[in-house]
């Protein structure tokens, strides 16, 4: 029994076909040429918890495969190994994540990954956090989207300033994935703060992409939002 054929076996052809739709795999679009098997991300948890113990070049290996939920099971053991180890183990750990960030390209794939591995690990390592500034300047979107992931766990723990900086660096992105993830962590700063959350608003919002505006200021009451807009989200 291999992992592959684990997977194989809980495949869905209909939900493959919803999923290629949803995850945007025609020509031109984010996701062209994905393939999917028509999994469920719990499907996906077991199977990853089944074999957590894969040796890193056998998950490498995984996560290069063409299959859209082989790459995401990849990334769902090292978040699983991750959790469970420290140290050496842990940089191996991230320096694979970091040399295989072509393979990490969906926004699925970057939610479930950045924050629980190289969110983490930057967590008490300020000064190599470097990275996730090379990645706000990348290209690649999805490099891009893993620069702002990865701050969650920041904000989680009280830490803001990363967030902020890397939400100027995208203000003016062109892609609405990316507006959408700097809103939505700025909506998890006015979780934890409002008042810090309203001090960079009141900077920003004016050339914020209408988008990252709306998620921002979700939580907001009514009256407070209009103070941003001039039409309702």
């Not at 295989?100 to 956090?129: C, F, H, M, Q």
């Not at 990348?138 to 803001?160: H, M, Q």
Request: glycine share 6%; aromatic share 10%.
């Amino acid at each position: 029994m291999s992992i592959q054929s684990d997977l194989q076996k809980v495949a869905n052809k209909e939900k493959a076909k919803f999923l290629a739709h949803y995850f945007k795999t025609g020509k031109g679009e984010y996701g062209e040429g994905d393939i999917f098997l028509g999994l469920t991300v719990p499907e996906m948890r077991a199977v990853a918890k089944k074999y957590r113990e894969l040796p890193l070049a056998e998950i490498e290996q995984l996560l290069h495969n063409k299959i859209h939920e082989y790459r995401l099971t990849a990334l769902l053991i090292l978040n699983e190994q991750f959790g469970k180890t420290g140290g050496a183990d842990r940089k191996k750990i991230i320096t694979l994540y970091l040399h295989n960030t072509k393979y990490i390209n969906n926004w699925d794939l970057v939610d479930l990954s950045a924050p629980n591995t190289l969110g983490i690990y930057l967590l008490d390592k300020p000064k190599e956090r470097k990275i996730l500034f090379q990645f706000a300047r990348s290209k690649n979107i999805w490099e891009r989207r893993i620069s702002v992931l990865a701050t969650f766990v920041f904000i989680k723990n009280g830490d803001f300033t990363d967030s902020f900086a890397i939400a100027v660096m995208l203000l003016r992105d062109s892609h609405d994935l990316i507006h959408k993830a700097v809103g939505w962590m700025l909506r998890e700063i006015g979780k934890r703060d409002q008042d810090a959350e309203e001090t960079f608003l009141k900077k920003q919002y004016r050339v914020m992409p209408r988008t990252m505006l709306c998620y921002a200021i979700e939580r907001f009451t009514p009256e407070k939002r209009t103070e941003y807009l001039l039409n309702p989200c």
